[in-house]
Nanobody, 121 residues
Framework: QVQLVESGGGLVQPGGSLRLSCAAS????????MAWYRQAPGKQRQLVAAVTTGGRTNYADSVKGRFTISRDKAKNTVYLRMNSLKPEDTGVYYC???????????????WGQGTQVTVSS
């Protein structure tokens, strides 16, 4: 059973914007920190942004001031608004849910299928 479903990736020019969405089952969403990870070609998957159940957010230094993570309790959905995109933001973005993402720096057990973001002119 698919429990995290992502959407919103695509091709965008440098300086452009995209919004990613991740719809989760209610039980997973309400109980867990939600996060976005990025895997660039040839690199390890890295945490981009996370938001706790209480609304506290955390961002990778490389995206601070450009990306915004948010969660909508009514829709069981987490969003990643990405502005001022750069070519180095290119990669597959994965939604993740779990209790240890910020507490221990360990991804949760629930993953989405990934959505490709390509920033290129």
């Amino acid at each position: 059973q698919v429990q995290l479903v992502e959407s919103g990736g695509g091709l965008v020019q440098p300086g452009g914007s995209l919004r990613l969405s991740c719809a989760a089952s209610g039980s997973i969403f309400s109980a867990n920190t939600m996060a976005w990870y990025r895997q660039a070609p040839g690199k390890q998957r890295q945490l981009v942004a996370a938001v706790t159940t209480g609304g506290r957010t955390n961002y990778a230094d490389s995206v601070k001031g450009r990306f915004t993570i948010s969660r909508d309790k009514a829709k069981n959905t987490v969003y990643l608004r990405m502005n001022s995109l750069k070519p180095e933001d290119t990669g597959v973005y994965y939604c993740n849910a779990g209790p240890t993402i910020l507490l221990a720096g360990v991804p949760g057990d629930y993953w989405g299928q990934g959505t490709q973001v390509t920033v290129s002119s």
